[in-house]
């Protein structure tokens, strides 16, 4: 839910497009919690039909990210099939392409540099 705030507030300050200057659209703070929710919910669920969160001590770590990523990209395109589908039925505010995308990228790289250190904190505890 965190790389959703965190990607309005970065929406807010850049679109990311060097020398284009998109319209800036954001969203209010209160609708925000709802998408974000709706969000990480089916965040957690993609990532558990996935298998991502058993733990799999032996795996290699590029394929672990490899499966993050494609995970998330699977997260995205659902996500964004959801929201335009259900608008005007299950809401009236409509959310910012891209502040999703940027959700996509913040949100994933956090997963995948904590996915990082606490591998490296189990490695740790499995050799005392």
Do not use: C
Request: proline fraction near 2%; charge should be positive; aromatic fraction near 14%.
């Amino acid at each position: 839910m965190l790389a959703f705030f965190l990607a309005r507030d970065v929406r807010l300050v850049t679109d990311l497009i060097p020398n284009v200057h998109l319209p800036v659209h954001t969203i209010a703070t209160n609708y925000l919690i709802g998408f974000a929710l709706v969000g990480a919910l089916l965040f957690v669920l993609l990532f558990t039909l996935s298998g991502l969160y058993k733990i799999r001590i032996y795996q290699s770590k590029i394929q672990e990210i490899l499966d993050i990523l494609l995970s998330a990209v699977y997260w995205f395109f659902v996500y964004i099939a959801l929201l335009y589908l259900s608008l005007g039925f299950l809401y009236t505010v409509e959310m910012p392409r891209l502040i999703v995308l940027f959700t996509l990228i913040i949100g994933t790289t956090g997963v995948i540099i904590e996915r990082i250190l606490m591998d490296s904190i189990v490695g740790s505890l499995l050799r005392r």
